[in-house]
């Protein structure tokens, strides 16, 4: 009897113990956003806030992290190919210098695989020189790497269009930090 329950608890410890490592793998101390570690849409959920928000937080280390090796930005324009171009091609914005950026998921579905994510959603931009805001949609593909760990394989997007102060609300107003149900 005592052996049927330990086992029984196995599933939920490796179930806690995914969440945990996804949690992790958002780098940089960043508080982990609950998710439903079985739930591998909501991992990707849990994971595309954390590339935004290391972005935010302007921290290279973390952003790369949330990066596959050979990761495609751009790729219904010019792309950038690999981790090390992306990340170069990125600093600007990881600074926060010439633009802000932020970005959250208000869609994840997992492929028949198991292993493939598309999330996308709303990308606020920011000129810090005038204030000014633009509204534009991204789209990404991540994969689960032999790490366990998601990370993005393919991300583009839509040309920002400008918007008021209203559309800047309306942004703000619309970012989930928990995973919605299916």
């Known amino acids: 009897m005592t052996r049927g329950l330990r086992l029984s608890w196995l599933p939920l410890l490796a179930v806690l113990a995914a969440g945990a490592r996804a949690a992790e793998g958002q780098a940089g101390g960043e508080q982990a956003t609950p998710v439903s570690a079985n ?3 909501c991992v ?7 590339f935004a928000d290391a972005l935010f937080r302007h ?13 495609v ?3 219904g324009h010019q792309p950038t190919r690999g981790r090390d171009a992306i990340l170069a ?10 633009l802000e950026l932020r970005w959250y998921p208000e869609r994840v579905s997992v492929g028949g695989d ?15 020189r005038d ?17 366990g760990q998601w990370r993005v394989i393919f991300d583009d997007g839509i040309r920002p269009v400008p918007i008021d102060e209203a559309g800047v609300k309306a942004f703000e107003a ?9």
């Open 114 to 128: 198991g292993r493939t994510a598309y999330s996308s959603g709303p990308a606020l931009y920011r000129n810090p």
């Open 73 to 75: 930005f751009g790729v």
């Open 131 to 147: 204030g000014t805001y633009r509204l534009g949609r991204f789209g990404s593909v991540w994969q689960q790497d032999a790490d």
């Open 59 to 71: 921290d290279p280390a973390a952003f790369a992290g949330f990066l596959h090796a050979d990761a």
């Open 44 to 50: 990707v959920w849990a994971r595309e806030l954390g």
């Open 89 to 98: 091609d990125w600093m600007p914005l990881i600074e926060g210098k010439a």
């Open 174 to 182: 619309g970012r989930r930090d928990t995973c919605p149900a299916a």
């Open 39 to 41: 739930d591998a849409r």
